[in-house]
């Protein structure tokens, strides 16, 4: 064990040797963050730039290759980088569309640490800059019943190029009108405990006597698509998000009544009259949780569903100006005021700590 000599960042930014062996031929920035210091290095070679990370843990005099979860940015020509928070890196990247510039290192934040605690392993996590609110995630979350599959479908005809749907993993049998990869990705227990354990999942939780889990592929294949991710998930599910690298809109829908949603549940006909009763049990807790943790950003009762739906886009900004002018009069509206006014001065704000602003250009 020994300890990095006091040179060591600055001739890194040199490219002198000093003696360790860096593999990277592009382009480095090196950052400290505690006791580590975090080596970017854009790996150029004739087709593509991608980006690696190294780690130097002084405490060890160790070099520590990371595992790396999330999408890492490609294909630019060089970065800068700058420490936020004290537990991510924001690595801008040069030669990229302004949409595809900012990128997130998460390093030392509660997701990597909870990763890095399951890994046993140094867990480094990339995640895209997102501009304004309007392209971020929405997580969509209620009981069972209440009616957030239904919403979130009229969301999908109604606008079919722009959102896309995560499709989560399982444990609980197929409905019989569910297919496999479109409704859920229907799952084995013990396949799902190892791919928890393995990391891939963004959040997981026990619902209703079943394991659900959003795995990180899933939104990922969302956002390759070019698509704004819809998530339906539950209580706890979102709490978990909330605390992970996803920024995301959180809406909660609750039920008019106790009784109407039994109703809902009953005439569905989808689970035995057991189930139903699990379910409307878990209802009330999870009614309770949503309208108290303080994670949600809207809370929008499905009484009627026409006027539900109209909420719900003005939750997530679908409707026109006239119309959010009349939201933001509305006693509701200071929260969705200041986020407007993030979208239209067209911050990048993927974290609320975090504001950079671009010129602003012709509206469209
Ligand atoms: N506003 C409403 N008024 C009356 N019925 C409704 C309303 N919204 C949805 N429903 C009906 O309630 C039932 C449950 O809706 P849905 O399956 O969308 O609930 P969900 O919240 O997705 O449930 P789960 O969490 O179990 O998947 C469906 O039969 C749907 O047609
Ligand atoms: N935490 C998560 N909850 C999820 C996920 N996918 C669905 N759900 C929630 O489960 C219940 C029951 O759904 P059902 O399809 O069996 O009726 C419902 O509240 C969903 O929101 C997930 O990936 N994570």
Redesign the pocket.
Known sequence: MGEAPMFYVENLKDRVSNGFNLRFKGFETSIDVGDKTFVIGSNNNDSISSIEVQIYDKSRGKWVIPTVLGTEPKRYEGHSAILLNEDRIMVITWGSTPDDCIWFLEVDTEYVKQQKKALGTEVIAWSKGVRGDAEKPVVIS??????????INMLMKEFPTMFGFSVSHTTRAPRSIEKNGVHYHFTERSIMEKDIKDGKFLEFASVHGNLYGTSIEAVEAVADSGKRCIL?IDVQGAKSVRASSLDAVFIF?SPPSMA?LEE??H??GTETEEQIQK?LRNAKAEIEQGKSLGIFDHILC????EK?YDNLKGSIYLQNMQRRRSIIRSSLSLRLWDREIHQRTRSFSMYPCLKVELPVGPEV
């Not at 209620?142 to 919403?151: A, D, E, I, R």
């Not at 499905?302 to 569903?305: G, P, R």
Request: positive net charge; hydrophobic residues 25%; charged residues 30%.
């Open positions: 209620g009981p069972s019943g209440v009616g957030k599959g239904t919403l339906d829908i109407k809902r549940l005439l569905r379910r499905n009484d009627h569903l539900c």
